[in-house]
RNA sequence: GCCCGGGUGGCGGAAUUGGUAGACGCGCUAGCCUCAGGAGCUAGUGAGGGCAACCUCGUGCUGGUUCGAAUCCAGUCCCGGGCACCA
């Protein structure tokens, strides 16, 4: 029989579990290794062959470390807790619960299947009590540091999801998820102090190993400038200040206008009884102005003045006052000096309004506004000072004055850390009689969550949490008095803010994981996942890290050593076109071709009559293809486009991984997602391709096994390590393969192994060494397979722990190479010579070579180039 | 607009440091085996020319540096991603 997965792989899955192969145990006489997923949120889709793939660079990483002596901590959890379950209990009536317990179902099984080594008794759910009691606890640490708060804010409420959201959450002013409208209101929210970090979370970003776009993406994020508050007095009103902030304190010289946020404070106070109205107008309209609107016209500026008058603080000449939306109220002081000769957006709402330009910098050219550095000119004290002393100078000034001083502020904002939801860890803390707050006692930890039968908020502005009535009246175990639980909930992110630090020591009851095991586990060292928690998940965990870290609960700053992001796998999908725009099914529905179709602005028209068409995704099922082109199977003559994209269910060009493990086996299935290209870049899927690995395991089978013979047993293989070149060919698997590992360069090691089985065997039989360290090369990326072969070649134990091969280094030097001759550059032979031949004898064989010669044409070279090993160029 | 990636055969992709471009795989072609094959094996496969030995062209485009450029430099076009009035 030929080799069959089908056999092979549920015996070994079942072999590992039972023996508990991939279980970890502290031990200090070994180094350690932490190799670590991205944990999923258990949907109710399951996967597709998309999510796996990091999953399987982890496996073969994982699987290779401990080969090579490592002691290897491999864990898989559940981000369980999450809107879609909720989502789905609103319409349903299944309980989150319910719906979470039978996803992880799927998805353990569907992983499992795979033959990952992980180590299931570590598995952790985050919506499990155990978890939350001390997800819960760590919030309480963070309440007693003050990083904790209650605030009222403008928040991101969302009145079809019934929550708020954080401003990570929304983009262009819908909802990340499901893209609902998203209004700003004022709401009392729990905050987290994330701001306190800003400073450690940029600066200790530099020792470690990540992409650097996700570096930067964190830096841009936390957006760090220095500058300076500066503080101008108003006119005409004694002791009323505006603090601005600026970046350029050296150009307050060319400073001729003022604008403040519309939201400013002091915007009533200040505004003239003749600007009244306009401002009120202006004020109304940017309140009603959604996000969306004033980013679409970011270029247009507009604004009204207050009428009102400022005095510079370094000159005492009056500057106009005036409010405009391109002033954000939520960054530094929401309120500017406009200095438009040397700031873009200031020098377009100049232009606009016709306000003064005053150029205060010279020597950046003639162009305004110029941004860049140069000289201060016509400014005072600093007149004739390069940029960046003029801001040192002018900084002392303000501050022996008195109207300023050199200040630091970050993009970054506190992060509004509660849900209006019901599925999410509930608060630890007690809301008193009197509007103080306390924490619920250690003792009393979990909080867990009401049951409920209907999980929609409760009403306007109320969340579910407020249905369960008595849940939410409660007494304080301390002093008996009554006490208010907390409506809200956590948000999703925070489980995974600490779940990689609860699986070096996940059933700990006494405490969130002990200080042992945190010592001997910790940090990760390396973490695959999607680059979309470039700033989410990976910041706010670092936040977290780093409060363990000053509680002295964890001994790192940092948590993740090495990042890696996986790239997607992307799936084909087809389309066609149709004019029923509107999606109401109308009968006389005309379709087109994408070849009669052309994208117009935002849109696709048709192009015989110019009409709006859209577009219609074909599920795989319903596509023909035929002479290279592809069908609608029952629309004929309806040519499809081909797109190649991310895998989504609207497109219905999502692979299953179960139908692909049933048909071609998990080791074929591992194998081709690590063959298909660059770990960290994007790659299609393909049906076909798998085809290729498959064949290849198929030979390694036949290499190894007699299929005709009863049983199946290994082949007698000759003892020893066989000719010069099979013993070659060994040494240089080894060192290929090691080398790619060591690089996360899979689809290359795997190349190399293609070969080995290629030409191993060409010429003379495969001797047992070379069986052996192929098996165990083999192993990290088809383990099924490779303890199956290293069974038949007589081991009883798993080869989970067999050592890795080492290269001979001796037989990494070939005895002869190849050389390529070039005449001015161009190929004309191949020489072989001595690998130690010296320069001379090489360059004697290339001027020998007959094309060579034949090239010369009897001149004589005015130059010859010797690259050891590589090539000889000679020159005419 | 700004900041990152990336453009190599029909396709996915290889190519230590500037040194034989196209490893490996898919697909395709031919042959073998077969009752049959969406199985297996062998060979071929960048384009063009030539019976052949060989020759010419070729890594988005235009220049440059170099004995030699996919690789370095300058400019330019296209694709993907991120940020987007942050003072």
Redesign the pocket.
Known sequence: MPYDPKRIEPRWQSHWRERGTFRAEIDPSRPKYYVLDMFPYPSGAGLHVGHPKGYIATDVLARWKRMRGFNVLHPMGWDAFGLPAEQYAIETGTHPRVTTRRNIETFKRQIESLGFSYDWSREIDTTDPGYVRWTQWIFARLFERGLAYEAEVPVNWCPALGTVLANEEV?DGKSERGGHPVVRLPMKQWMLRITAYADRLLEDLGELDWP??IK??QR??I?R?E?ARVRFAVADHDGVEIE?????PDTLFGATYMVL?PEHALVPRITTAAQREAVAAYVEAAKRRSERA??A??KT?SGVATGAFAVNPVNGERVPIWIA??????????A??A?PAH???DF?FATAFGLPIRKVVEGTGQELPSTGDGVSVDSGLISGLPTSEAKRRIVAWLESEGRGEGTV?Y?LRDWLFSRQRYWGEPFPVLHLEDGSVKLVPESELPVTLPELDDFRPAGERETPLERAREWMQTVDAETGRPARRDRNTMPQWAGSCWYFLRFVDPRNEREPFSREAERYWMPVDLYVGG??H??LHLLYSRFWHKVLYDLGLVHTKEPFRKLVNQGMILGASYRYFDDDVADDGRADVRRYSFREVRAEGDGTVAMDDGRPVKARWVPAAQVRSEDGRAWHAELPGLELEEVIEKMSKSRGNVVNPDEVVAEHGADSMRLYEM????ID????W?T??I??????L??AW?LLVDEDAPGEPGRALPAGAGTPEQRRLVATTVQGVTDDLEAM?F??A??KL??FV?DVAKDAPLPREAALAFVKLLAPFAPHIAEELWEKLGHRESIAYAPWPEADPALLVADT????V?V?????A?VAVPSDADDDAVRAAALASE?VRR?LEGKTPR?V?V?KG??V?V?L
Do not use: C
């Open positions: 983009i650097e776009p930067k993406m841009d994020w957006g400038s500058g601005v902030f600026t970046t350029r946020a004033r980013i016209d970011a500026k939306d391109y002033v954000l109220a939520g960054y530094g002081t929401g500017i000096m200095v700031d873009e957006r377009e502020t993009k680059a979309e470039a700033v063959f298909l290209g660059p870049k994007e790659a299609p393909t076909e391709g085809l290729g690995v498959s064949r290849f198929q030979r036949r360069r689809n290359t795997i190349a293609m070969v290629r190479v190849t050389i390529a070039q001015n550059g161009k190929r004309r191949e094309n090239h130059k180039i690259v590589r090539l160029n020159v």
